[in-house]
């Protein structure tokens, strides 16, 4: 038999997600529970794959099994596509594994054609409904298929509109909306130079491969990117009998979550239009009424509304997002899925319903996104400058969070702002629509005049995690002249204002933000993440602040101190500067003896932060020259402290620049070339560690770790300088002190030869950003000025630096993992590059039999999740 790539819903169920999309398999299982589903079949993600692979073309088999699908349609609903008595009409939409908002796009009432919608009109004795859905339709497969924008169809609906004296749609007549679709199939000749295609069979064709085609639009491919998301996934197409919101006051169309999506609280959460199809909620351009109003209207299609979620929450075990459709007071179900939530539900849902009962704990780790958590650490208005601020508006409080910043009108000004350097952007628009998301994703804030809180905006916010009030009608937006007004003042662009995401409210100042609380949903949670997960996790920290945070967050000690960040604070950089710039050795340990006590506490400040927690920490790694003056009057300075002339000493800094620093003198190089620096850290490190013994009374062990090793030898050489010291010290001293001396992986030589590499390592600490970028020869400086192109280019997905490349580098991180076990069994194995935080990276960590990841404060609860779900997912 050949390949099945088409499913009518009654073939498949929830368990087929991966190949039929989310909703897809969805639409199935609804079915399969016998809930009233608008029937059709859907066009697998292996049907896309298989389109790009065959140069962008359907392949024949498949649009014959899309062929059967529609006979097989038209049976169970006892209508025909193309009738031109009792047309099927039918939707096509895509839905990819994971949903995606927004990115892909949907065609409503697909099957009309001139002479269909008479047959239509007849049929429903309703010619003002069908012509009221040709139009849409026209408008649809025009934007999505032809790409005609939109913008120009909307206008001449609102050239009509003002002509004939009416302010809604609604109020437009059968005759009205005759003339509308006259004027649409005008302006789709003008634009393409042929007629409205006509042959149903011929559309729908069209619309598939504008689905498949809509995967791969750059804004799907921005959203991948920021998700994580494979390419190679595709999506499915969904093609579903219409039924019509849109046939008068007793029909409607609307979406609703079981539970709160902004604050996770458990209660029916939607809102609906009456008299209107599904794009009109999503899109804002009617404000909508809450679902609750929908008892008043409908009771009984309500309480059949509202047993039929329930059962949907129960089965999915999960708080539902649902799209419906009421035709003429029959209640249909167009969707459901599991619905995106800010950070704050996520959590209060998943505790809830282990608390419910509905759920085990391990089922509620897996129920929260770890990058989610994120919002979780974002800052809140400060309480004081609050209170003295004045609301000007309010809108819908649509993802939580307090941003404050500079305006900007369109989404391309505020990626340019952002770009620029501009910190703090907020983003006002009449309303968002997927071509903003960049702008979006460059935003504090943002803010909409129209659309309630499942417009794109909200949505799209939410998932984001930024602060997004929307549907604020009080403010009058002039798009063109970059303004809006609003309690009798103007805000032009790059003024501040603030907006409360949890509240609604909207000021025009910039008021303080302060750092988040975290409830105590989050501690039950992470405890239970805890319980999962078998790697530890670290934090880089180097300075006693950022250590605490992160200790708060969770992290279990150190991975990653980088001494060279201690040598930039004020009152060190020009000891550091003479003692780089030294004559000879001699005068060199001058100044590291200058340098000696001011090293031995910052360490013992680390040390009592961690209260016995394990610390690495770095010997010196970045090029010498960093920490050099380069202004003349700055070493004019410099020479007269250290008593020698201007020109010897601009000499000798000019002698130390390279032309590839990343690849120059730094790391253990340094110690090579000066083991006195070695000495001297090495010396603190032992000191501080004994100091901080002695009075805490802390279990503590050193270990030092020595940078950018790629040679056995230089590792050898270094650590010898480091042992011979620590011991004199520990001989000095009186209280016994263990400790070890370990090595960086980031040189690709060290992982190829991590065997003899474990010969003098204790542990190894995987520096995938040094890896990465060797592995690649990308400098890891400039590669953010030409990855953009091979992202865009679809050359790659993902930034390398930000997300483990698991093949290649990967690979390195196997195979010294593999080696360095072989040669030291109890070896001790943790990342530190950025990857340490990132939960693809990290999940990859743990198969790879990493004993810990370390990253920064902040990423340390995302971490800690990863982790847990790593176990979890590779059972
Ligand atoms: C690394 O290279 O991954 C690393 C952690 O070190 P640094 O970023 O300081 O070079
Ligand atoms: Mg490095």
Redesign the pocket.
């Known amino acids: 038999m050949s390949k099945k790539w088409v499913y009518l819903f009654n073939e498949a169920d929830a368990s087929m997600k991966n190949l039929l999309g989310g909703k897809g398999a969805n639409l199935a299982e609804m079915t399969k529970l016998g809930l009233p589903i608008p029937q059709g079949f859907t066009v697998s993600t292996e049907a896309c794959v298989n389109y790009y692979d065959n140069d962008k073309v359907i392949a024949e088999d498949i649009v014959k099994q899309i062929e059967d699908a529609l006979a097989e349609t038209e049976k169970i609903t006892g209508k025909k596509f193309g009738d031109t008595e009792k047309p099927l009409l039918l939707s096509v939409r895509s839905g990819a594994r994971v949903s995606m908002p927004g990115m892909m796009d949907t065609i409503l009432n697909l099957g009309l054609n001139d002479v269909a919608v008479e047959g239509f009109a007849n049929a429903t004795g309703n010619p003002r409904f069908a012509y009221d859905s040709y139009r849409r339709f026209i408008q649809m497969f025009s934007d999505v298929v032809m790409e005609i924008p939109k913008s120009k169809f909307e206008r001449v609906l609102d050239e009509i509109k003002e002509k004939k004296g009416v302010e809604f749609d609604t109020d437009l007549t059968a005759d009205d909306l005759k003339d509308v679709v006259a004027e649409f199939k005008a302006l789709y000749k003008e634009e393409k130079g042929e007629d409205f295609p006509q042959e149903p069979q011929s559309q729908l064709m069209e619309a598939v491969t504008a689905v498949f085609r809509s995967w791969d639009n750059p804004r799907a491919i921005v959203y991948r990117r920021m998700n994580d998301i494979p390419g190679r996934w595709g999506t499915a197409v969904n093609v579903q009998s219409m039924v019509f919101g849109n046939m008068g006051d007793t029909s409607g169309t609307g979406v609703a979550f079981t539970r709160n999506p902004a604050t996770g609280e458990n209660g029916m959460y939607g809102e609906y239009l009456i008299n209107a199809q599904g794009e009109d909620v999503v899109a804002g351009i009617r404000t909508p009424q809450p679902i609750s109003k929908l008892e008043e209207d409908m009771p009984e299609v309500y309480e059949q509304f509202m047993s039929i979620a329930g059962q949907l929450e129960n089965h999915y075990r999960d708080m539902q997002d649902m799209e419906f459709t009421i035709e003429d007071k029959k209640l249909y179900f167009l969707q459901t899925r599991n619905g995106k939530r800010t950070a704050a539900a996520a959590l209060k849902i998943a505790v809830d319903l282990v608390e419910e009962g509905l759920i085990t704990e391990e089922e509620a780790v897996m129920k929260v996104d770890p990058k989610q958590l994120d919002q979780l650490l974002h800052p809140n208005f400060d309480v004081a400058s609050l209170k003295a601020a004045k609301v000007v508006a309010k809108g819908l409080p649509a993802s939580p969070g307090a941003a404050a910043g500079k305006v900007f009108f369109t989404a391309e000004d505020a990626a340019a702002a952002k770009a620029n350097g501009e910190k703090r952007v907020v983003l006002v628009r009449l309303e968002t629509s997927p071509e903003d998301i960049e702008g979006m994703y460059a935003s504090e804030g943002i803010l909409t005049v129209r659309g309630g809180m499942t417009s794109h905006a909200a949505v799209v916010a939410r998932g984001m995690g930024t602060c997004c009030v929307c549907g604020c009608g009080d403010i009058k937006i002039d798009e063109e002249a970059k303004t809006f007004t609003v309690d009798g003042q103007t805000v032009k662009e790059g003024d501040y204002i603030s907006l409360d995401g949890s509240t609604g409210n909207v000021y025009i100042e910039d008021i303080n933000t302060v750092e988040p609380e975290i409830s105590g949903d989050f501690a039950k949670f992470m405890a239970w993440a805890d319980k999962v997960r078998t790697l530890k996790v670290r934090t880089?920290a180097d300075n006693p602040r950022d250590a605490k945070n992160a200790v708060e967050f969770g992290a279990e000690g150190i991975g990653?101190c980088?001494t060279?960040h201690m040598f930039f604070e004020e009152d060190r950089i020009a000891k550091v500067r003479k003692m780089i710039l030294a004559k000879d050795e001699a005068e060199r340990r001058t100044y590291l003896d200058e340098l000696l006590p001011l090293q031995r506490g910052d360490f013992a400040g680390m040390y009592e932060v961690l209260e016995g927690k394990p610390m690495t920490v770095?010997l010196l790694?970045?090029p010498l020259h960093e920490f050099l003056p380069h202004e003349d009057a700055d070493i004019e300075a410099l020479a007269k402290d250290m008593g020698v002339t201007f020109e010897d000493l601009k000499a000798k800094v000019e002698s130390l620049h390279e032309f590839n620093p990343m690849l120059g003198h730094r790391g253990c190089r340094l110690a090579v070339t000066y083991p006195e620096i070695a000495e001297m850290q090495a010396r603190a490190i032992a000191e501080a560690a004994i100091e901080v013994k002695k009075s805490k009374g802390y279990d503590i062990v050193p270990e030092i770790m020595i940078?950018?090793v790629g040679e056995v030898k230089e590792l050898a050489y270094v650590k010898s300088i480091v042992v011979k010291t620590v011991d004199e010290v520990i001989a000095a001293a009186d209280v016994a002190l263990d400790y070890t001396v370990g090595t960086?992986i980031?040189i690709p030589r060290a992982a190829l030869t991590a065997d003899q590499i474990a010969e003098e390592a204790e542990f190894f600490?995987?520096?995938?950003?040094?890896?990465?970028?060797m592995t690649f020869g990308f400098s890891?400086d400039d590669a953010g000025n030409f990855l953009d192109d091979y992202y865009e280019k679809q050359v790659f997905e993902s930034d390398p630096f930000a997300k483990l490349d698991q093949t290649g580098v990967g690979q390195l991180v196997e195979m010294a993992a593999t080696k360095g076990k072989a040669t030291r069994p109890d070896i001790k194995l943790g990342i530190?590059?950025?990857h340490g935080g990132d939960p693809a990276s990290i999940e990859f960590c743990y198969k790879a039999g990493l004993n810990y990841v370390s990253c920064s404060p902040f990423r340390v609860p995302i971490a800690r999740l990863a982790a847990a779900q790593a176990v979890i997912n590779n059972r």
């Open positions: 880089n990653l980088r060279e770095r790694d970045p940078p950018l960086m980031e600490s995987f520096g995938t950003n040094d890896l990465t970028q890891r530190c590059g950025e």
